[in-house]
């Protein structure tokens, strides 16, 4: 006997209610909880108390990050810890998702019941008989919809001889709007956490989540400074179309970034074809470990310019400037002064801040850079840098940077060309 799913109307879904301790507990303290992981083992522990005959839970949320679609989180009765499933962007197009119940419930379903002890039966999706292999018999998805209406969706499975009875399934609807709101309440963190991530850095976001969102909130620190760069990125913008280039500069980018964010390093802003990072300098090695970063970012280099070259395309080149020194780290930008009566009221606040590194070291790292050209050289080494990173590399000679008064000793690693 085949199976197809059968979304339920929203508010169809009728089992009686009765009042619950666990519900005044998720409007109370649970709310001090620090993540949605927790949140959902703290639940599905208090209700397995309750008598309730959980086996697997899960809930999914469809989140705001570049990389991913959306976020699962599964709890199993005896596991030691929440199991998470990343779904990235294009997993709506599989067959997979195409039979999953979280679709049915995306697109409006008010629940998705599926009884897995049921003999001779052809399941419309390949989670029932994954579930049914497991010992589960009895499967119910619900929607979770958040403040601005987006529907995300958790599931409820059992091993109890006949699956859930009708006060059970009460018990679980009936605390699901609250759950929601806790749930919303770390998703918005989350996707908050993961958007400064993406945009400022993990560190940067941290400060920033911590307070330090005023104008010339910062602090001074000693770091080694990599600064990157694209050579003859002008004459290859005008040779490619848009998405070409957007797509050799996302290339060239992933084998510059990966090396920094390996070995520790925190990547501040992208400049057009430039990359600022730092590696701050309260851990010994920081000067050790941006070298090994640059080296690693050009093996990365030859080899993916091997690939251009086999395709018919021209290599990239590129220059890697290594300094160390104090900085600034911190917000600068320019505030919008204009009050409420003057802007309007549907105008919004034009501040516009930027928390990055500032000071004659960052232009030195800058201005060194642009000397790998003339030196015909990758990677660059400021004389500063080269005095606490020991390291193999032979002199470049004394060269006078633009606009700085001192000249600088410039190195290079002896196996880099």
């Known amino acids: 006997m ?44 208090r209700l397995l108390a309750a008598g309730i005959p959980l086996a697997r839970v899960s809930f999914h949320i469809r989140t705001l990050h570049p990389q991913l679609f959306a976020l699962g989180f599964y709890w199993h009765r005896g ?4 199991r998470v499933f990343q779904a990235k962007h294009g997993i709506k197009d599989t067959p997979l998702y195409q039979r999953s119940p979280m679709r049915v419930l995306f697109e409006g379903a008010g629940a998705v019941r599926q009884r897995l002890d049921l003999p001779d039966v ?28 987006e529907i995300h969706g958790t599931t409820w499975s059992s091993d109890r001889p006949g699956g859930f009875a009708s006060e059970h399934l009460a018990e679980i609807e009936d605390l699901l709007p609250v759950f929601s709101l806790l749930l919303e309440i770390h998703l918005n963190r989350r996707i908050a956490i993961n958007l400064l991530d993406t945009y400022v850095g993990h560190d940067a976001g941290e400060h920033i989540l911590q307070g330090q969102i005023t104008r010339g909130a910062g602090e001074t620190v000693h770091a ?4 990157c760069d694209l050579r003859g990125f002008t004459a290859l913008s005008e040779r490619l179309e848009r998405d070409a280039l957007i797509e050799c500069l996302n290339d060239y980018f992933d084998r510059m970034a990966a090396p920094v964010y390996r070995h520790g390093g925190e990547i501040l802003k992208f400049i057009g074809d430039a990359m600022l990072a730092i590696f701050p300098l309260e851990r010994a090695d920081a000067c050790q470990r941006a070298l090994q970063a640059a080296t690693e970012a050009r093996s990365a280099m030859i080899a993916f310019n091997r690939e251009r070259r086999q ?43 930027d928390f990055t590194i500032v000071g004659p070291a960052v232009n030195a790292a800058s201005r060194i850079e642009s000397l790998c050209r003339e030196l015909g050289v990758n990677i660059l080494l400021s004389d500063t840098f080269a005095r606490i990173c020991p390291c193999r590399c032979h002199s470049l000679g004394t ?7 001192r000249e600088f000793e410039l190195f290079t690693p002896i196996d880099a060309p």
């Open 79 to 82: 596991a030691d810890q929440i």
């Open 311 to 353: 395709r018919g395309d021209d290599a990239l080149d590129f220059g890697i400037a290594l300094h160390s020194g104090e900085v600034m780290y911190g917000n600068i930008g320019a505030i919008d002064r204009r009050d409420a009566a003057e802007r309007g009221p549907d105008e919004p606040d034009r501040t516009r801040l």
């Open 399 to 405: 060269h006078q940077l633009a606009g700085i008064v």
């Open 224 to 227: 080694a400074i990599w600064f």
């Open 122 to 149: 052809d399941f419309a999706s390949p989670l029932f008989d994954e579930l049914r292999t497991d010992g589960l018999t009895d499967y119910v998805a619900l929607p979770i919809t958040f403040s601005d209406g």
């Open 2 to 45: 085949a199976t197809t799913l059968h979304p339920v109307e929203a508010g169809a879904a009728t089992w009686p209610r009765r009042p619950s301790a666990i519900l005044d507990w998720l409007a109370r303290d649970a709310r001090q909880l620090p993540d949605g992981a927790a949140l959902l083992t703290a639940l599905c522990t």
